[in-house]
């Protein structure tokens, strides 16, 4: 969901830049996970949230409420249960539903699977598991379908890799 690298004031706060800045998930007493870079990971509950403003947004946790506890795990990862994630229309997907889904040509030539999700400031990216780790924006120019029931991304011809 987010990452962040920096406290936020002195009272426990952190910065978090956000994956996507559409989520509307975030509000007081969400369960979430942080995770630190060493693997380290703390379920808690969110008891303060300020200050969203595009792809940024200001959290603070049961689990670490005070600057020094905080800066001690920094940084960190934090993810939210996909079950405190709202409904979606028939016609949309959560980015984080792509991931292990089978990348294949419209020859049906198997070309990778989907790893990861991440994003350029300008569109969502598919990170994939070749052994380049290539990333492929997830715009309609690049991507032909998407099969959920099959778990299948159909990509158009425009690289190969």
């Not at 007493?29 to 942080?34: A, D, F, I, Q, R």
């Not at 997907?93 to 999700?117: N, S």
């Not at 032909?144 to 099959?150: A, G, I, K, N, Y």
């Amino acid at each position: 969901m987010g990452r962040s690298v920096a406290p936020h004031g002195l009272e426990g706060c952190f910065l978090v830049e956000l994956v996507n800045e559409h989520t509307t998930i975030w509000k007081k007493n969400l369960p979430v996970k942080l995770m630190t870079d060493s693997g380290q990971e703390f379920l808690t509950d969110l008891i303060d949230v300020k200050g969203k403003v595009q792809k940024k947004i200001i959290l603070k946790t049961s689990s670490h409420p005070t600057l020094e506890s905080i800066k001690s795990i920094l940084p960190i990862q934090i993810w939210a249960n996909r079950s405190s994630f709202p409904p979606l229309a028939s016609n949309e997907i959560y980015l984080q539903d792509l991931v292990g889904m089978e990348v294949t040509d419209l020859d049906g030539k198997v070309r990778a699977r989907v790893k990861g999700i991440t994003e350029n400031h300008v569109q969502s990216l598919l990170i994939l598991d070749d052994n380049e780790e290539t990333m492929i924006p997830y715009v309609p120019a690049w991507i032909h379908s998407v099969d959920t029931e099959l778990g299948k991304i159909v990509i158009n011809p425009f690289m190969d890799f």
